[in-house]
């Protein structure tokens, strides 16, 4: 069937069926979802974090509700490597989907490791630098908050990457996120997703202890979603347009409106995590109300939402 509307973007020289994608860490590596959803019907997907060796993760309790959102300490718990490549690319191999996996480590020679291991896979469209967990106690999150590692670590993983699309996922925790993106920017990166979770604490006042094993945790959900809109807006004015670079906007995306504040705010794309733990097949109900909201608004291509923020009147 003919799409009625145009909902493709263009985002890092990929031509996406739509702009919307799963967020790292909140979707597996696909096949958790295929029950539940059309996961073809996405425009990305983005795997779960993958490290050089397999990890356990955090101590549990890791997941706790909060009255807004969730806070997570899973510790990039994953497969390593070695099982990725064995057992979950022959399942992505199959999706029409643009995937990108997500890349973790402790040191930039991990980072490069990884990447160069995958870089000539077919399957892949490109990869997510993940170098902003709030929920790892060495490597990651010194990166993510650094400049100059930022600029160290984007070159040195772009020049692995070969052709593929290199997104680097910038941290909000920052004194201001410009200077890190323009990092990015500066060390090859040719999109850049934000945001990353916010490192916060929930109490049990009965043992005044806290609820989580790890003590922290990574704030998602709801309760960031006008931080992470102002952070994307923030960014494109001051680094992404001009740089010509994409941004992928995420952070509390639960409905289409959520998303076309995103794409309005300077977002080419937009990603959807902890909502698909309470709607698994939310990605997909937002692509739908994505068409409605063109229709309703006479827009004939979605792309022309990115960065038409309007001043107040």
Same mark, same amino acid.
């Given at each position: 069937?003919?799409?009625?509307?145009?909902?493709?973007?263009?985002?890092?020289?990929?031509?996406?069926?739509?702009? &919307? /994608? +799963?967020?790292?860490?909140?979707? @597996?590596?696909?096949? =958790?979802?295929?029950? /539940?959803?059309? &996961?073809?019907?996405?425009? #990305?997907?983005?795997?779960?974090?993958?490290?050089?060796?397999?990890?356990?993760?955090?101590?549990?309790?890791?997941?706790?509700?909060?009255?807004?959102?969730?806070?997570?300490? %899973? $510790?990039?718990? *994953?497969? #390593?490597?070695?099982? /990725?490549?064995?057992?979950?690319?022959?399942?992505?191999?199959?999706?029409?989907?643009? &995937?990108?996996?997500?890349?973790?480590?402790?040191?930039?020679?991990?980072?490069?490791?990884?990447? =160069?291991?995958?870089?000539?896979?077919?399957?892949?469209? #490109?990869?997510?630098? *993940?170098?902003?967990?709030?929920?790892?106690?060495?490597?990651?999150?010194?990166?993510?908050?650094?400049?100059?590692?930022?600029?160290?670590?984007?070159?040195?993983?772009?020049?692995?990457? #070969?052709?593929?699309?290199?997104?680097?996922?910038?941290?909000?925790?920052?004194?201001?996120?410009?200077?890190?993106?323009?990092?990015?920017?500066?060390?090859?990166?040719?999109?850049?997703?934000?945001?990353? +979770?916010?490192?916060?604490?929930?109490?049990?006042?009965?043992?005044?202890?806290?609820?989580?094993?790890?003590?922290?945790? $990574?704030?998602? @959900?709801?309760?960031?979603?006008?931080?992470?809109?102002?952070?994307?807006?923030?960014?494109?004015?001051?680094?992404?347009?001009?740089? $010509?670079?994409?941004?992928?906007?995420?952070?509390?995306?639960?409905?289409?409106?959520?998303?076309?504040?995103?794409? %309005?705010?300077?977002?080419?794309? &937009?990603?959807?995590?902890?909502?698909?733990?309470?709607?698994?097949?939310?990605?997909?109900?937002?692509?739908?109300?994505?068409?409605?909201?063109?229709?309703?608004?006479?827009? *004939?291509?979605?792309?022309?939402?990115?960065?038409?923020?309007?001043?107040?009147?």
């Amino acid at each position: 069937m003919t799409e009625r509307f145009d909902m493709s973007v263009e985002f890092a020289g990929l031509t996406l069926a739509n702009p &919307v /994608f +799963t967020a790292s860490g909140t979707c @597996g590596y696909a096949d =958790e979802l295929a029950d /539940f959803m059309d &996961v073809d019907a996405l425009g #990305g997907f983005i795997t779960k974090s993958i490290t050089l060796k397999p990890r356990k993760g955090n101590p549990t309790p890791r997941i706790v509700e909060t009255d807004a959102g969730m806070l997570n300490a %899973i $510790g990039l718990a *994953n497969v #390593g490597l070695e099982r /990725f490549v064995a057992e979950k690319l022959p399942v992505i191999a199959h999706m029409k989907s643009a &995937v990108f996996v997500n890349v973790a480590g402790t040191t930039i020679e991990e980072y490069v490791a990884v990447v =160069e291991r995958l870089a000539d896979e077919k399957a892949l469209a #490109g990869f997510e630098l *993940n170098i902003s967990c709030p929920n790892v106690k060495r490597g990651g999150i010194s990166f993510g908050t650094d400049p100059t590692q930022v600029e160290e670590i984007t070159r040195a993983v772009k020049k692995a990457c #070969g052709s593929k699309v290199l997104i680097v996922k910038l941290a909000p925790a920052v004194t201001d996120i410009s200077v890190t993106a323009r990092a990015a920017v500066a060390g090859g990166a040719d999109a850049l997703s934000l945001i990353n +979770t916010f490192t916060a604490m929930v109490i049990d006042i009965e043992t005044r202890r806290p609820v989580l094993a790890n003590r922290t945790g $990574g704030l998602s @959900g709801p309760a960031i979603k006008p931080v992470a809109v102002y952070l994307v807006n923030k960014v494109y004015r001051e680094v992404a347009r001009e740089a $010509g670079i994409p941004l992928l906007g995420l952070g509390g995306i639960r409905t289409a409106a959520d998303a076309i504040e995103f794409l %309005i705010a300077g977002a080419t794309a &937009v990603a959807v995590g902890t909502a698909s733990f309470v709607e698994p097949d939310c990605a997909v109900q937002i692509v739908a109300g994505l068409r409605d909201y063109c229709d309703r608004k006479k827009i *004939n291509r979605l792309a022309e939402l990115t960065g038409s923020l309007d001043r107040p009147v």
